[in-house]
Structure formats: structure tokens, C-alpha cells
């Protein structure tokens, strides 16, 4: 959990490190804020001044491609300039530690940063180290929270279904590793979900799920049943050990989203994935590109929320 120094007294965002802690009604302000950017997004001139001055710095030690770029777009379709920090050519390879480099760059005039770490709580550790005026934002660190990631998948699931209240939401595939599962249940959580399913073997649930309020399926047949949204996770290979799947073939064959599966879910259900997609190991190519796919809108609406994240973030009033 982060602790809530990322909300001021008050109630402004200071930094987003985490959706733990952030009340239902800061997450609607947010989810509020992103439906006015959206229209932004539909015009020929992408481009409001609420950042004009500022200067975002995007801090990626892991690589990305949904997260960094549309943090980038976000910046710039808010006039913010954007630098976007090569960690592999940067003087991180000199020894430098990252706080004398967020020191360095805070020094350049950087007003945000964007941090994605493999090691948990790096932005965490970076937000209690540097002065008022400079905000951090998580973008993914280890197994721990990706929370603009979270907010994304729940605007998603509000703008395709409306209401939380009635909502079963299946989250499918290797939780233990997840940082967005971990950000996506809370986020559920928060806005009033009464009934969130975990599916995937027992090996990769988390070890507090019991703590979690979270019905666990190791059959997908039974965990789709009636759902109104499929969350599909990528299986996170870069944090498992040896043996935690059989073979992504027989992973594929036991928890690998298929066509027929669909007549289990509601006939409406939503399908979703926060990519980058392992066609035919998480998810059949069929069924990520059919008609119930809302993948690529997830995508778009990233910017959206990006955008209002960064402009609560700066803003005075709020
Ligand atoms: N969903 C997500 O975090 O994708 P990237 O790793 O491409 O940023």
C-alpha cells in the first residue's frame, strides 16, 4: 500500500503511486475529467494549454510501449514539453543513482515524472525524496501497482457498461506476477463491483488473496460464467520461475481465451487485455480481434485518463 501522502490533507493529488488510497470520488473526478479529454481527442486540433510550461519527464527502466507513448501524447496534447529519458545511453550507466538523476533533471525545471521500475515502490521512494512542487507518477513497478493502468480499465469498463453496481468482472491468467491486476481489483473495489473473480492456476494467485475479497476459479469454463466483463492478463515471464506454467501450450489449452468461451460469458460481455498481447498463449487472435473486443479502445482512452491525471496532478484547485 502506498501511503496516502500521495492525496494532500486537503484532498488535491500530490502523486499517483498507487489506487490504494485513492477515494471513489477522486477516481470519478478523474473518470469526469478524461470524458472532456476524449472529445480533445476526436478534434483536428488535439491541443488544450493546461500544461503549457510544465515539463514532463519520462523515467522508463522497463520497456513499454502503450504506457510511455501515451504519456507522451497526453503531455503533448496538454502543451507540455516532454522528455523522454533513454535509461540504456543515460549516465545511469555511470553509477549515477536514480535519485541524483531525478535530482538532475528536477534541476533541468522537470515538474512530472513518469517512473517505471522493475523493483516495487521505486516511485514510491522517489516521490518522499523530492521537493513539493514535483509530482511522480507510477508507471509500473515490479508486481506492484500500475495505477494509471487500473483507471484506464475501469473508464474503460464504465464507458462500455455505465454502471459499476452490477458488474461481474472475471480478471483471467497469471495474477501473483501482475502489477495491473493488482491497480485493476483495487480500482474495481473502490468504485462498488460486488463480484470480482480471479481465474488462473493456484500457483500464480497471489499469497493474500484470501485478504483480498477475490472469488478464485481454477476452471475458465466456471470462472467465465455469466461475466459481464473478461479481463486477460498477459503472463508476466519476466518475473516467473521455471516450471510456474507447464508449457504455454498447455497454459493455452486450460486458461487460454477461446471462442467458445464466449457462450459461457453474458452475450454482451466486454473483452479486455492491457497488451501487449500473447496471441495464442493468453488469448486466441480470433477472439482479440472480434466484435466484443474492446482492447484497442482501452488504448485510446489511456490517453484520456493520462491527460486528467497530469493536469489533477498540476492543478491548484483541485
Ligand atoms: N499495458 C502496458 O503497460 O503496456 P506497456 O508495457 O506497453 O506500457
Known amino acids: 500500500m502506498a501511503d496516502n501522502f500521495q492525496v494532500t490533507k486537503d484532498g488535491k493529488l500530490k502523486h499517483l503511486l498507487s489506487i490504494d488510497g485513492l477515494s471513489k470520488e477522486i477516481i470519478i473526478d478523474i473518470f469526469n475529467m478524461a470524458e472532456s479529454f476524449l472529445k480533445i481527442g476526436s478534434r483536428d486540433v488535439k491541443k488544450v494549454p493546461l500544461l503549457r510550461g510544465k515539463t514532463v519527464c519520462n ?7 502503450r504506457t510511455r507513448t501515451t504519456f507522451e501524447i497526453a503531455a503533448k496534447r496538454l502543451s507540455a514539453d516532454v522528455i523522454n529519458l533513454d535509461i540504456p545511453t543515460s549516465s545511469q550507466s555511470k ?3 536514480i535519485l541524483d538523476t531525478v535530482n538532475n533533471l528536477i534541476a533541468m525545471g522537470a515538474d512530472i515524472f513518469v517512473v517505471r521500475h522493475g523493483i516495487p515502490k521505486t516511485p514510491e521512494i522517489i516521490a518522499k525524496a523530492v521537493n513539493n512542487d514535483v509530482h511522480i507518477i507510477n508507471g509500473g513497478d515490479g508486481n506492484h501497482a500500475h495505477p494509471t493502468q487500473g483507471l484506464l480499465d475501469s473508464f474503460t469498463i464504465r464507458r462500455f457498461k455505465k454502471e459499476f453496481s452490477n458488474l461481474k468482472v472475471a480478471v483471467v491468467g497469471d495474477i501473483k506476477h501482475s502489477r495491473v491486476a493488482r491497480s485493476e481489483v483495487c480500482a474495481l473495489s473502490t468504485l462498488g463491483v460486488p463480484e470480482i473473480r480471479v481465474v488462473g492456476p493456484d500457483n500464480l494467485m ?37 516450471g510456474d506454467i507447464p508449457s ?11 471462442r467458445d468461451h464466449l457462450r459461457i460469458a453474458h452475450p454482451d460481455a466486454i473483452i479486455m487485455h492491457p497488451g501487449p498481447i500473447n496471441r495464442g498463449i493468453e488469448i ?15 488504448v485510446t482512452f489511456g490517453i484520456a485518463i493520462r491527460m486528467a491525471v497530469m493536469t489533477m496532478l498540476i492543478s491548484k484547485k483541485l
Open 59 to 65: 523515467l522508463f527502466f522497463e520497456n513499454s510501449t
Open 95 to 97: 553509477g549515477e543513482s
Open 206 to 242: 497471489p499469497d493474500d488473496l484470501d485478504n483480498l475479497n477475490l472469488i478464485h476459479f481454477n476452471d475458465l469454463k466456471k470462472g467465465l460464467k455469466d461475466v459481464d466483463v473478461i479481463m486477460m492478463l498477459r503472463l508476466q515471464k519476466e518475473r516467473m520461475e521455471d
Open 248 to 258: 504455454e501450450e498447455d497454459y493455452f489449452k486450460q486458461f487460454g481465451l477461446k
Open 284 to 298: 486466441e487472435s480470433e477472439v482479440a480481434d472480434c466484435k466484443q473486443s474492446v482492447i484497442l479502445s482501452q
